[in-house]
């Protein structure tokens, strides 16, 4: 699973990506795709976003395929990763923090409560509140995998320079406010 000293350059042949006369890495496929339908400059700004959603993609597989390598999803990790921090946390309070529905961390939990890593207890001060909490065996397998998890994405950002990780978080940052200020999921038409 390891990708050390792999560069964008070694994965030409199963990809799209390709360098233009500046050096900057672009997805062929995309251009191609785009460039007819809006135009040069807009292709370009849009661009950005089909990168974003593959990478999202490819981490999420990646990261999903390590996971599954010790019984467990991404998601599921996730949830552990919460519990690990509060002593129970209120099914509605994950869903909000690892951004999913309620149904699906219901599923989630389901899950990992079958595996016997999370129970499900009362909130002792809201009866009708149910919180999720990681049992030893939750704990046991968390503490075991959690720094091989944060080496994943540290590797592949080896060798950027922290100002250019710094300047993709601010934008990506950026635009999930305008997202969110513009009204979550409701796109503004433009006709």
Request: net charge neutral.
């Amino acid at each position: 699973m390891a990708l050390e000293g792999s560069t964008v350059d070694d994965y030409k042949s199963s990809s799209s990506i390709v360098r233009d006369a500046e050096g900057q890495l672009f997805d062929e496929q995309s251009r191609q795709m785009l460039e007819p339908l809006v135009g040069a400059a807009a292709m370009r700004r849009l661009e950005m976003f089909a990168a974003l959603r593959w990478l999202s993609r490819l981490m999420h597989e990646y990261v999903d395929s390590w996971a599954n390598g010790h019984g467990l999803s991404e998601s599921r990790f996730q949830i552990l990763m919460q519990l690990k921090h509060q002593d129970s946390v209120p099914l509605g309070k994950l869903a909000a923090r690892l951004r999913v529905t309620p149904r699906a961390v219901t599923a989630l939990v389901d899950q990992l409560e079958r595996d016997g890593m999370v129970i499900r207890v009362a909130d002792p001060k809201d009866r009708r509140t149910i919180r999720a909490q990681m049992t030893p065996t939750g704990r046991k397998l968390f503490d075991k995998i959690w720094t091989e998890y944060l080496d994943i994405p540290l590797h592949l950002v080896d060798g950027v320079e922290q100002d250019t990780l710094d300047e993709i978080r601010s934008t990506c940052l950026e635009l999930v406010g305008r997202i969110e200020q513009a009204g979550r999921g409701k796109p503004k038409k433009t006709t």
